[in-house]
């Protein structure tokens, strides 16, 4: 049995030891061993997340070194996922509040908001901009903290979700360039046009959901599986979406591992599947002109 650790650095190699040993699903802001034990050793000992080598010698306080041990049994034991354990998870750069009222931020749309949307988004500067699916609004806020000239609607059908969201605006004193609407996709949103609607939609099909790792399984399923094919939601974003977006706006949706059902569903329609420097796969962007011109396929 490993050695109880007593500075920072035995506590990374006591953690990353534990979490390798075990059947753990990495997969909720990192995908291995050793980054986990950084994000879980560094928040208990309330050390920046990009800290160097110089901390590794920090002494761990006995309260640090239990409520450590006590978050690493309950992620080997119970699989819970180390962002809900720590109340907190970061995306585009920001902490957000987190917890199981929504999914656990990681879509790889992060990227696209650190770019300035470039190379998808041509139009003029945007000034609206309609998070759909927002879940704990990570997507929106993130646009609205690094934006300051534009305006954000959050919208999901969870009013669990849309009050974690309103936690996370006001955590981020975002409030008064935010709305947050509870809607079933556009129901509630009339006549409002955006320059850019940004989506993480449920994409999971039936079968993916039954399999995924258990640390899923401590996720809202409402915000996970999305009919027999993963498609439902997205097939309801895809028919409507036109009606909502400026002539020059941008339509971009996440559907990870649906993204070949997609595109066997709608073969006329010419996705475009955006390249992400840090990962991920299975976003795709639709001009507005394109979801006009395809309407017919789309409907």
């Known amino acids: 049995m490993a050695a109880i650790p007593h500075t920072v650095g035995e506590a990374l190699q006591y953690c990353s030891d534990a979490l390798a040993g075990s059947d753990v699903f990495f997969g909720h802001g990192t995908d291995n061993a050793w980054d986990e034990a950084v994000q879980l050793v560094l928040s208990v000992a ?6 160097d080598d110089g901390v590794l010698p920090h002494p761990l306080e006995p309260a640090a070194l239990d409520r450590l041990q006590a978050l690493l049994r309950a992620r080997i034991d ?3 996922p180390l962002p809900y354990l720590l109340g907190k998870a970061w995306f585009a750069g920001l902490e957000f509040k987190c917890d199981e009222r929504a999914i656990i931020p990681r879509s790889p749309i992060a990227e696209l908001i650190c770019n300035d949307f470039e190379p998808w988004y041509v139009g003029p500067e ?3 901009i309609l998070d759909l699916c927002c879940g704990g609004g990570c997507i929106g806020l993130a646009v609205a903290y690094y934006f300051p000239d534009i305006q954000v609607d959050l919208v999901d059908i969870d009013p669990a979700a849309l009050e ?18 509870q ?6 949103l009339e006549d409002q046009r955006y320059d850019l609607i940004l989506s993480n939609p449920p994409y999971v099909d039936a079968r993916d959901l039954a399999e995924l790792p258990a640390e899923f399984h401590h996720e809202p399923e409402l915000a996970l599986g999305s009919g027999p094919d ?16 400026v ?10 591992n649906s993204w070949e059902a997609l595109e066997e569903a709608y073969p006329r329609v010419p996705f475009t599947w955006l390249e992400f420097e840090h990962g991920g ?13 395809y309407g017919a396929s789309l409907s």
């Open 126 to 128: 945007p000034r609206r």
């Open 281 to 293: 796969l299975g976003v795709f962007a639709l001009t507005a002109k394109e979801l006009q011109e």
């Open 183 to 188: 809607s079933d996709i556009f129901a509630a």
């Open 164 to 181: 974690l969201a309103r936690e996370n605006a006001h955590a981020l004193g975002l409030e008064d360039r935010v709305r947050i609407i």
């Open 247 to 256: 002539d020059s706006g941008l339509l971009v949706v996440e559907v990870g």
């Open 46 to 51: 309330d050390l920046p997340l990009d800290s």
């Open 78 to 80: 119970r699989h819970t």
């Open 230 to 245: 993963g498609l439902e939601l997205t097939r309801r974003i895809l028919r409507d979406a036109s009606r909502f977006l």
